[in-house]
């Protein structure tokens, strides 16, 4: 892994313009971090997400936050970017 760019997705005061980054040309050897926001129905939408990146060859790994009213732990924070090269949140109801 190299480089990471936390995106803070609070509301703002103010618009401020970010770049996007690029999504990786390849998946091949790279860790999807699968991350719930513990809201109703996010576990569901990863267990039916999870098996599909997993068919692909893709290694997955699990985190949740404690609940969706809060932002995410710094702990939960640091264990994703210590082992994840990818991350995608679940924001199901």
Known sequence: MS???MRD???ETAAVLRERRPP???LAG???ALLSISKERSDEFM???EPLIQAAGVKTIRFKKPTHTKPAPDQII???VASADIVVEALAD
Do not use: F, S
């Open 24 to 26: 990786p040309a390849d």
């Open 47 to 49: 267990d039916a997400l």
């Open 78 to 80: 640091q264990d994703i």
């Open 3 to 5: 480089g990471y760019a």
């Open 9 to 11: 997705p609070t509301a």
């Open 30 to 32: 790279e860790t999807v």
